[in-house]
Structures are given as structure tokens and as C-alpha cells.
């Protein structure tokens, strides 16, 4: 049976109070705080740089977060993690050495995670917040999350399909990249692409 899985919980600026928030004067990327949601609570926690703050829905302290569906396999969730902060870290480098390593250790982690996943699709759900306080997830209405998660789980089909052919993986990860950097641009931008 599959279970739900909160993944890439986005916790919310106010609940974090030392959240840096860009203003028109301040025109530039700030940093928004992700996690993974696991039945144990927040793990695998970043700060991602982004360009686009997003409210949350009359709800200061809740978490929005995007839910895969698995059946098993949970090791893929650091993964995934540690290959956007990897993304949020290049799309603030100054100089394209630094931008092209950190591109490449993001890649590493996400084919961490499709090893970890051995074979099991990474499926998107709704997306969705949390209202800790209550105890209580309900649906969202944020394309923007929906699209970014639908690009992980391309991303990570893709990485996956390489693995079956041994003689030349790199067009496999070359597509996947394009998918996990166009998801990181919706976190990051709030729009769905």
C-alpha cells in the first residue's frame, strides 16, 4: 500500500523569524526555509534562495509542503534535499566555476535519491499545508508547487532510466537536470513553468 509522504515542507517566514525578505528597495534574491515532513517531524531541514515570497493562506506558522507518493525507500528524501540547496546555492554564485561544481554535487544528490527510490517511481500528490497547531493538512491551491513537483519526479524518472543503460547515461541526467532546475526556478519564482 502506498503511503503519503510530505516532502519539501516550506516553512513559513513568520514562523522562522529570522527569515530575510526582499522588498522593492531591496531588490535581490532572499532565503525561504524547506524541510522534509516525516511522521517524526521536520528533517533535512535548508534555506533556499529565492526571488518570489509567497504568503501562506491566512495561516503565519503553517508549512506548505509538497507530498509524494511511495511505497518504500525513504533514503531518497536527503537526497532530493541536499540537490536543491545544491540548485539554490548556483543560482547565487558569483563566477561559473563555482556555479558549474555546485551544479554537479546537485546532480550527485539527486541520483543518490533515484538509487535510494532502487526502482520506485517518485509520484507527486496535491499540493498541500499543515497547520501544526491543530494537527491538520489541507489542500492548496498553488500551481506553482504542483509544477515544481511534478519536475522532481521527472527528474528522478529520467536519472532512473539512465541507470538502465550503462553505455551512456549522460543524455538521461543531461534531461533530468533541465527538470530539476526548472523545478527549483518555480520554488524559487513562485510560477509555474
Known amino acids: 500500500m502506498k503511503r503519503l509522504v510530505a516532502a519539501l515542507a516550506i ?3 513568520t514562523a522562522v523569524g529570522a527569515l530575510t525578505v526582499a522588498t522593492p528597495a531591496q531588490a535581490g534574491p532572499a532565503k525561504e526555509h524547506y524541510a522534509i515532513i516525516t511522521a517524526d517531524g521536520p528533517a ?11 504568503g501562506l493562506i491566512g495561516c503565519n506558522h503553517c508549512y ?6 511511495y511505497e518504500e525507500h525513504p533514503q531518497w528524501q536527503g537526497g ?11 543560482s547565487v554564485a558569483t563566477d561559473e566555476r563555482t556555479k558549474a561544481a555546485l551544479q554537479a554535487r546537485a546532480l550527485e544528490a ?11 517511481a517518485l509520484k507527486p500528490g496535491p499540493a498541500s499545508a499543515f497547520d501544526p497547531d491543530k494537527g491538520r493538512a489541507f489542500g492548496i491551491d498553488a500551481p506553482w ?7 522532481i519526479s521527472e527528474g ?25 532546475n526548472k523545478a527549483f526556478t518555480e520554488i524559487a519564482t ?4
Open 145 to 151: 508547487l504542483d509544477a515544481a513537483q511534478a519536475d
Open 11 to 13: 516553512i513559513a517566514a
Open 80 to 90: 532530493v534535499m541536499d540537490g536543491l540547496d545544491q540548485l539554490s546555492e548556483a
Open 156 to 180: 528522478i524518472s529520467l536519472l532512473q532510466a539512465g541507470f538502465c543503460d550503462p553505455k551512456d547515461p549522460q543524455p538521461w541526467a543531461r534531461k533530468a537536470m533541465e527538470k530539476f
Open 110 to 120: 539527486f541520483t543518490g535519491a533515484a538509487r535510494a527510490l532502487d526502482g520506485t
Open 44 to 54: 533535512y531541514d535548508h534555506w533556499f534562495w529565492i526571488d518570489e515570497m509567497e
Open 190 to 193: 513562485k510560477k509555474a513553468i
Open 64 to 69: 506548505l509542503f509538497l507530498n509524494f507518493y
